[in-house]
């Protein structure tokens, strides 16, 4: 099973690039600087910031479907990316000393399985769950903090 995993969009950050403190707010969004690494988990390059870097947060749905199972969180994402990041058959760097809550979906959007993968297994994880006939695609949540990631199955 090939399995990709790709970063969001850097148009997602755009509109937060020239923003005014009170413009952000306006857009539910804040700056802040990274002060600590790993702790700000970027969703563009799906690496972790730098300490002194800024970044954006702000809310976003992550899971936009027609089931119960839509879902939204805040996330991080640095601004200036020219190009979302890619990973095919392996896990990105903010994946590394994580555990990972991992819910497995359907073409129905509905939740077929879900596990938690500890520090250094989701690379296994994210294979058994695809090995699921009826598992279309993965969200991954950092499971203390709760930002997601998506792999997809079959590129």
Not at 10 to 28: H, I, Y
Not at 66 to 71: K, L, M, T, W
Not at 128 to 144: G, S
Request: net charge negative.
């Amino acid at each position: 099973m090939t399995y990709k995993i790709t970063g969001l969009s850097p148009e997602l950050a755009e509109r937060f690039e020239v923003a005014t403190a009170e413009e952000l707010s306006a857009l539910g969004a804040v700056q802040m600087t990274a002060t600590s690494k790993p702790g700000f988990p970027c969703r563009i390059s799906l690496e972790d910031a730098e300490v002194g870097e800024k970044v954006i947060l702000f809310h976003h749905t992550s899971h936009d479907v027609d089931s119960p199972y839509r879902s939204s969180y805040a996330i991080f994402a640095r601004t200036g990316l020219t190009a979302s990041a890619q990973f095919t058959d392996m896990v990105p760097p903010v994946f590394e000393g994580r555990p990972l809550g991992m819910r497995a979906f359907g073409e129905d959007a509905m939740l077929k399985t879900a596990i938690l993968a500890l520090s250094g297994e989701a690379d296994r994880s994210i294979r058994e769950l695809f090995e699921l006939d009826e598992v279309a695609y993965i969200d991954v949540h950092n499971a203390a903090h709760g930002c997601f990631f998506r792999a997809g199955g079959e590129v």
